[in-house]
C-alpha cells in the first residue's frame, strides 16, 4: 500500500454542496486535509459538520462537486480499512451490551477479514496490540458494561485503529467522558497520531478543550467560515465563533 507523503491531500473536497431534500446542508464548500494534519471541526448545531463526515466516509454522494480521497474520486475508492471511524455515542449506550473488548476490537477488523470469518493467530495480536495502545489490557476480557465512560471511549478508538488505519474520524468521541477524563483523552489523541502517523479529524462540542490539542481548526456553518491553524483560531477565535453562534460565545470564555 503506498502511503501519502506529508503535506499531501489525504481527503479534498472541491465545490461540494450538499442538500437534503429542499435544504441546504454545505454550500459549495472547498476543504482540504492533508496528511500528519489533527484538525478540529466547529459549528454550532444543525451546521453541517456531520454531513461533512457522512461525504467524506462515503455514506453521502455530494449534490455537487467532489470528494477524493488518497488521490482518488470517491467512486473508485475501494479500500475503506485505510480510513478509521469512531461514530458518535449516546452516553453509556453500549451498556447493556454484552461484549467483551476484545470482541469489540475484533469487530474492527470485519472490513479485512470478512464477517464470518474466523480470526487468525496474527489478528489476535493486532487486537491485543490496539488495546494495549489505548491502554486497557488488563480489561481485555471484561464486558464493555462494567467500563466508565472515558474507558468506552478508548474501547471505540481501539475498534478504530485494529485495522491500521491513515486517517481516523471521530464524531464527538468526547460525549458522556467528565471533564477530567476527556483531557487525558486529548493527550492520548495525541500520542497515537504521533506514534502511528495518523491524520485525524474530530468533531466536538467542547471546543475550548479541543482547540487546545488539535493544529488546525475548520469552522463549518453551510460555508467554511475558517480554516486555519490552531494558533490563528485562538488569536481570532472570538471574531470568528461570534459570526457563527452570536452571543453564545461567551459561554467559551471560561475556557481560556
Ligand atoms: N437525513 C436527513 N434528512 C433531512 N435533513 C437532515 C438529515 N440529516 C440532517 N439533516 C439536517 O441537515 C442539517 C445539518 O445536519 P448535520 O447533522 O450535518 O449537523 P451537525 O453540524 O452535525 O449538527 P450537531 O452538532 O447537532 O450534530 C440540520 O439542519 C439537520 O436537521
Redesign the pocket.
Known amino acids: 500500500m503506498e502511503r501519502i507523503t506529508k503535506g499531501e491531500a489525504v481527503v479534498k473536497l472541491t465545490d461540494v454542496s450538499f442538500q437534503?431534500?429542499e435544504?441546504m446542508?454545505l454550500d459549495q464548500v472547498a476543504f482540504t486535509l492533508e496528511r500528519g494534519d489533527f484538525v478540529g471541526i466547529v459549528?454550532?448545531?444543525?451546521?453541517?459538520?456531520?454531513?461533512?463526515m457522512k461525504l467524506i466516509l462515503g455514506l453521502l454522494s455530494p449534490t455537487k462537486g467532489t470528494v477524493e480521497l488518497f488521490g482518488q474520486p470517491l467512486s473508485k475508492f475501494r479500500d475503506w480499512s485505510r480510513i478509521g471511524y469512531v461514530a458518535?455515542q449516546v452516553a453509556h449506550g453500549a451498556g447493556g451490551f454484552p461484549a467483551t473488548v476484545r470482541e469489540v476490537v475484533a469487530s474492527g477488523l470485519v472490513a479485512k477479514v470478512g464477517l464470518f470469518r474466523r480470526l487468525k493467530a496474527h489478528h489476535h495480536e493486532k487486537v491485543r496490540d490496539a488495546v494495549e495502545r489505548v491502554g486497557l489490557t488488563a480489561k481485555l476480557d471484561q464486558r464493555i458494561g462494567s467500563l466508565s465512560g472515558g474507558q468506552l471511549q478508548r474501547v471505540f478508538i481501539a475498534r478504530a485503529l485494529v485495522a491500521e488505519p491513515e486517517l481516523l474520524i471521530l464524531d464527538?468521541p468526547t460525549v458522556g467522558v467528565d471533564q477530567e477524563s476527556i483531557e487525558q483523552f486529548y493527550s492520548l489523541l495525541r500520542s497515537l497520531k504521533e506514534e502511528n502517523g495518523l491524520t485525524m479529524m474530530i468533531?466536538s462540542?467542547d471546543v475550548g478543550v479541543m482547540t487546545q490539542w488539535v493544529n488546525k481548526v475548520a469552522c463549518?456553518q453551510k460555508k467554511i467560515h475558517f480554516h486555519g491553524t490552531a494558533h490563528e483560531f485562538a488569536h481570532n477565535h472570538e471574531q470568528i465563533l461570534t459570526q457563527m453562534y452570536g452571543d453564545s460565545v461567551k459561554l467559551l470564555s471560561h475556557h481560556h
Do not use: C, D, I, W
Not at 43 to 51: A, F, I, L
Open positions: 437534503y431534500e435544504k446542508v459549528g454550532p448545531n444543525g451546521s453541517g459538520k456531520s454531513t461533512l458518535q464527538e468533531v462540542h463549518v
